[in-house]
């Protein structure tokens, strides 16, 4: 998702495929992606692509076991480190999890908010928006 966002920020229209690939010369076409895939990708298109491919690639990896913990709490079982852990290299180990941290997508950020969204949703509402924005 690096050049779609570089593209919008450089005036060129990311849904656009013609311009798109003459300005970003890239072998993979993107399929069609919202508007808030752009958004929530937007801070890593400021930076070097190299860097911002270390950047998206380190905070996935920390965001697995923020997610473990979370869906640990909300089926009312103590996160302790083997439970997490355990539960980590389950989410790890699956398809979608490689395409996450390859092509940029933003399944792990998106199950975050989900759960927060999910969890927080009646008892403190406010947390429960905070999770789904």
Do not use: D, K
């Amino acid at each position: 998702m690096y050049y779609p966002v570089r593209a919008m920020l450089s005036g060129v229209n990311p849904y656009y495929t013609t311009s798109y690939l003459e300005a970003f010369p890239v072998r993979v076409v993107f399929p069609l992606y919202s508007p808030g895939v752009l958004l929530v990708n937007l801070p890593f298109g400021l930076l070097p692509c190299e860097l911002s491919a270390i950047v998206f690639f380190t905070a996935s990896v920390a965001l697995i076991p923020v997610l473990a913990i979370l869906i640990l709490s909300v089926a009312g079982l103590a996160p302790g480190l083997a439970s997490t852990v355990w539960l980590s290299v389950f989410i790890a180990a699956g398809r979608p999890l490689y395409a996450n941290l390859t092509l940029g997508q933003t399944a792990l950020p998106i199950a975050v908010g989900i759960v927060l969204a999910l969890h927080f949703a009646r008892r403190r509402p406010g947390w429960g928006g905070v999770g789904l924005a």
